[in-house]
């Protein structure tokens, strides 16, 4: 199956400096880019030790996603690998925060877009968070119409208007979003790092499962 390739994505670009004033966005997505490195590095290990995937993984940080999603619009527009050939997208997008709605409750993270193109994804998200990582799985912004939009504010929207499904992965808003006070002192490391093995479990299963995701849902 090493043809077919699952994909894992963050942005490594914030909003840069303004003037002497420096946005160094650790949560956004310094968060999700360390993440990602760290997933890379947990494939990389268990293929040493000959537990490779049986599909490929592109691991992928994005830039221009600060802009309007350019980075994950070029790629998907001169794609390295086939995109008939590409099983999913799994994004983190700002994983290491609390935000003011779960600030008696940190247990939890924000899961967007898992059914809205393969039904098969959600099961296998809510299946890999009972036993491995037991967090609260919140879907406040995973519902029509929702004001935020955040669905399509990251770069995985882009993977889902080619019908690829996808996961996104958030921990919502809070004091510090989009400030030059997202800084690295404020993160909760064990919360990140809880986040980020649930998307590996999810990744390890996509990658090594008999069958492709199924697209069973009309995109939406």
């Known amino acids: 199956l090493k043809n077919e390739l699952v994909v894992v994505t963050a942005h490594m670009d914030h909003l840069g400096t303004d003037g002497t004033v420096v946005y160094n966005g650790a949560d956004d997505d310094g968060s999700g880019t360390v993440s990602v490195l760290e997933l890379a590095q947990a494939f990389s290990l268990a293929k040493k030790e000959g537990h490779g995937p049986r599909r490929s993984i592109l691991f992928m940080l ?63 998200n809510e299946k890999n968070n009972a036993r491995y990582t037991g967090m609260t799985l919140d879907y406040k912004y995973d519902v029509p119409n929702e004001p935020n939009n955040f669905y399509m504010r990251s770069d995985h929207y882009n993977f889902a208007k080619n019908n690829i499904p996808i996961a996104f992965f958030f921990n919502g808003t809070h004091a510090d979003y989009h400030k030059e006070t997202d800084e690295v002192s404020k993160i909760n490391f064990a919360l990140m790092e809880r986040r980020a093995r649930l998307v590996y479990y999810d990744c390890w299963e996509i990658a090594n499962r008999d069958e492709r995701l199924p697209v069973d849902v009309k995109h939406k």
Do not use: Q
Request: proline share 5%.
């Open 62 to 124: 994005m830039t221009g996603e600060e802009k309007g999603l350019l980075g994950s619009k070029w790629y998907t527009d001169h794609p390295v690998f086939p995109l008939a050939n590409t099983v999913c997208d799994l994004n983190i997008d700002m994983i290491g925060r609390v935000d003011p709605a779960h600030s008696k409750d940190t247990n939890y993270v924000y899961v967007i877009g898992t059914d809205r193109l393969s039904t098969a994804l959600k099961t296998i």
